[in-house]
């Protein structure tokens, strides 16, 4: 029997974890759904693996705490449930990486140019 590619594509480890605090009130449940469920479509290549924590706020509200492999930590308050998606996607998602700069070519025009300095008008 041979295996799909959908199966395959199940079987990866999701880039991220979501673990709901138990004390977390259920008015949350519906956004912490959507958050896995947007995670899971999300490609490992695409994020940083951390371990997202949804808990109660102090201040009312829930608290998102990312941590990644490595250590560190981020920590963001969510006053409502509707922005819970975005604000721990903005966690997880990695930064594109900035293309290479070709440096310039030595000899050239541009790199005998000292660079300007900005003064302040009188």
């Known amino acids: ?18 673990r709901p605090s138990p004390d977390l009130p259920v008015v949350w449940a519906d956004a912490v759904h959507e958050l896995e ?13 951390v371990t997202l924590t949804i808990a109660p706020a102090v201040a009312g509200g829930a608290r998102v705490i990312a941590v990644a ?10 006053r409502h449930p509707k922005t819970l998606v975005a604000t721990a996607l903005g966690l997880v998602l990695a930064i594109p ?4 700069v070709a440096p ?19």
């Open 1 to 18: 029997m041979a295996l799909s590619a959908a199966w395959w594509a199940r079987a990866e480890a999701p880039c991220a974890w979501v």
């Open 37 to 49: 469920r947007q995670i899971a479509q999300i490609p490992a290549s695409d994020c940083e693996s």
């Open 69 to 78: 492999t490595d250590g560190r930590v981020a920590e963001r308050d969510v």
């Open 97 to 100: 990486a900035a293309p290479p």
């Open 104 to 122: 310039a070519p030595s000899g050239s025009a541009a790199s005998s140019v000292p660079p300007r300095v900005a003064t302040a008008a009188p």
